[in-house]
């Protein structure tokens, strides 16, 4: 006997067995959706009989979302392996990219074991507070679209991990490039002085100042939370040689000799903001990506006004967007740069552009 009343009882001892929450309503929800009925209008039809197809349907659901991670189980004796098995299939349902590394990183994190070591783990049991935490995890990423970056507050750049919070855009491979190249530049120079315009987290600031010990290097930045992550950063990499102060632009910078001048400003047009991922648009700060002039506005502002702080042969280098690079070289062109050159990024897209300043004795 298939009736309805009997199926729905038995499907609900079912997901009791598999520890989940609120098994009547998941029971509920799925019938209902299998039997194209209303939740409030299954018990009005208790005694229908249902043929071996829709059966068949509502058991095949039910095993898909528990294996899937959809409904969140509460089973004592999962392994660590299974939930991992499980929260990869949920993160996969809900469209989030590269869901194997999220996983591995969110379980890395909340169990404090190293993400290559995770799988020595496998057979052991996770503590119910640990398993709430990455189920936690896993929602926000999967509904609320959060990076996991914010989620973790972390992310590595350059090898090294930088704390960051939604005050704060996400550093990006592409910047490593650029700075890469500012380090190639500052080879030949002792004790170079380095200006850092826009400096977010601090991690161009940083990244030279550890990699060029001799350095000095002056972030500034108008956002007082990206100052104080910036500091953060500052104390937790023991970047001595740095300093991080609240300007705007070169309003409050009173040196005028600087070897070099580095930049990665906001640069995306308004009319581009709405084809940003969802991610980017709905949690990195928009000051901190957006620009007027169709996304020009800094790379005029700086290139006019750092003249005046670099020293003879000083150095300007921005990141730029992929199609602003030749825009950006005319810029610097009309504000007396010479030795302009564009570089490519590893996808061979245009990402940053460089000049020097010479000035008549």
Do not use: W
Not at 41 to 61: C, G, K, W
Not at 76 to 102: G, P
Not at 119 to 129: G, I, R
């Amino acid at each position: 006997m298939n009736k309805l009343i009997d199926i729905l009882e038995k499907s609900k001892k079912y997901l009791e067995d598999n520890k989940v929450e609120n098994p009547r309503i998941e029971t509920e929800l799925i019938l209902s959706q299998v039997l194209n009925l209303d939740r409030i209008m299954l018990y009005a039809y208790f005694d229908r009989e249902l043929n071996d197809d829709e059966v068949s349907e509502i058991r095949a659901l039910l095993k898909s979302k528990i294996n899937s991670g959809e409904i969140p189980g509460k089973n004592d004796e999962i392994s660590m392996k299974t939930l991992m098995d499980q929260s990869i299939k949920y993160l996969e349902n809900h469209q989030i990219e590269e869901a194997r590394l999220t996983v591995e990183l969110i379980f890395s994190y909340v169990l404090s074991v190293d993400r290559m070591m995770l799988f020595t783990k496998y057979a052991v049991q996770p503590e119910e507070e640990s398993k709430n935490k990455i189920r936690n995890l896993l929602k926000l990423r999967a509904k609320d679209k959060i990076p996991l970056q914010y989620l973790l507050n972390e992310e590595e750049f350059y090898g090294r991990p930088f704390y960051i919070n939604k005050g704060v855009l996400i550093p990006r491979n592409e910047t490593e490039i650029v700075v890469e190249r500012a380090l190639e530049e500052l080879k030949g120079i002792t004790a170079p002085n380095v200006l850092d315009i826009g400096a977010g987290s601090g991690v161009i600031s940083i990244t030279i100042a550890k990699e060029k010990t001799d350095s000095k290097i002056l972030g500034v930045d108008i956002s007082d939370n990206a100052l104080e992550i910036a500091n953060k950063n500052k104390s937790l990499l023991k970047a001595d040689n740095v300093k991080f102060l609240k300007s705007n632009l070169f309003q409050e910078v009173n040196y005028h000799n600087f070897d070099m001048i580095i930049s990665n400003p906001p640069y995306i047009p308004k009319s581009e903001y709405d084809t940003l991922s969802d991610d980017v648009r709905m949690h990195e700060p928009e000051e901190a990506l957006m620009a007027e002039n169709e996304g020009l506005f800094f790379y005029y502002e700086i290139s006019k006004s750092a003249v005046d702080y670099l020293k003879n042969g000083g150095k300007l280098i921005f990141e730029c967007g992929y199609n602003q690079a030749e825009i950006i070289e005319n810029i610097m062109k009309e504000a007396g740069y010479k030795n302009i050159e564009i570089f490519k990024d590893l996808n061979g897209i245009n990402r940053g552009i460089t000049g020097c300043i010479f000035k008549e004795e």
